[in-house]
T-cell receptor, first 116, second 109 residues
Framework: DVKVTQSSRYLVKRTGEKVFLECVQDMDHENMFWYRQDPGLGLRLIYFSYDVKMKEKGDIPEGYSVSREKKERFSLILESASTNQTSMYLC???????????????FGNGTRLTVT | SQQGEEDPQALSIQEGENATMNCSYKTSINNLQWYRQNSGRGLVHLILIRSNEREKHSGRLRVTLDTSKKSSSLLITASRAADTASYFCATAGYSTLTFGKGTMLLVSP
């Protein structure tokens, strides 16, 4: 079974702090994704990566950056955390495909981040 | 946006009954997927239906896709308390998946 591991289940940070959310997958997947999930808004794509050192903006990249130095690891960075970034963050991975969604996404269990 | 919209937002049924959830979307798609999310957890992939398919089955799940109406439905037959979760449709366009806001299903014993 594919395993996607997010380093923290719960995280509390202060406004202005630099925050790193880490995600590791163990199935050699090419694609990795970061979503945030908020009540009433569903899942929204922040960034994704289809290869090492490659990254693409999703629907809501403002205030975030990402890093993919190794195939199995995809990090989400909040340069200066703000209270409106309080959310559930979900990492996912999938095999490469010719078209989007050719392979299903495998999700981690999420990191619930609170910024105070 | 090609975001899917699930309907209803919430559904409450008794064990043994069938549950039907619908998803509508706005633009053409490559495929459509359904996911389940148990409270406080990540999403789990249930089923993928391609744009040239009309119906697909997986165990107690039946998914239909009508591209002319830009809609899909997920049917869970003989529901169980363990089916209590949120269910999301996700539409695959050019480069990524876009998720709807989900249907919360409560199955009471």
């Amino acid at each position: 079974d594919v395993k996607v591991t997010q380093s923290s289940r719960y995280l509390v940070k202060r406004t202005g702090e630099k925050v790193f959310l880490e995600c590791v997958q163990d199935m050699d997947h090419e694609n990795m994704f970061w979503y945030r999930q908020d009540p009433g808004l569903g899942l929204r794509l922040i960034y994704f990566s289809y290869d090492v050192k490659m990254k693409e903006k999703g629907d809501i990249p403002e205030g975030y950056s990402v890093s993919r130095e190794k195939k199995e690891r995809f990090s989400l960075i909040l340069e200066s955390a703000s209270t409106n970034q309080t959310s559930m963050y979900l990492c996912a991975s999938s095999l490469w495909g010719l078209k989007a969604g050719d392979s299903p996404l495998h999700f981690g269990n999420g990191t619930r981040l609170t910024v105070t | 946006s090609q975001q899917g919209e699930e309907d209803p937002q919430a559904l409450s049924i008794q064990e043994g009954e069938n549950a039907t959830m619908n998803c509508s979307y706005k633009t053409s798609i490559n495929n459509l997927q359904w996911y389940r999310q148990n409270s406080g957890r990540g999403l789990v992939h249930l089923i993928l239906i391609r744009s040239n398919e009309r119906e697909k089955h997986s165990g107690r799940l039946r998914v239909t896709l009508d591209t002319s109406k830009k809609s899909s439905s997920l049917l869970i037959t003989a529901s169980r308390a363990a089916d209590t979760a949120s269910y999301f449709c996700a539409t695959a366009g050019y480069s990524t998946l876009t998720f709807g806001k989900g249907t919360m299903l409560l199955v009471s014993p």
